[in-house]
């Protein structure tokens, strides 16, 4: 799964504005949050998401 596709609508709003915008105070501004808020959407953006339906090749338990 790439980073498009695992992004949530907000998170996606979050580092379009910001693009928008020019940076994340002004994106804070424009979405009504704080700077902080802006920050931790990006870092969170960045995590890998674990899927519990997913099955790896070679982890079949049954």
Same mark, same amino acid.
């Given at each position: 799964?790439?980073?498009?596709?695992?992004?949530?609508?907000?998170? =996606?709003?979050? =580092?379009?504005?910001?693009?928008?915008?020019?940076?994340?105070?002004?994106?804070?501004?424009?979405?009504?949050?704080?700077?902080?808020?802006?920050?931790?959407?990006?870092?969170?953006?960045?995590?890998?998401?674990?899927?519990?339906?997913?099955?790896?090749?070679?982890?079949?338990?049954?």
């Amino acid at each position: 799964m790439g980073l498009i596709s695992s992004l949530t609508l907000d998170q =996606l709003r979050v =580092l379009v504005t910001i693009g928008d915008e020019g940076s994340f105070s002004a994106a804070g501004r424009s979405l009504g949050r704080v700077q902080s808020a802006i920050s931790q959407a990006v870092k969170n953006s960045k995590k890998p998401k674990a899927s519990c339906c997913s099955i790896e090749p070679g982890n079949d338990r049954r």
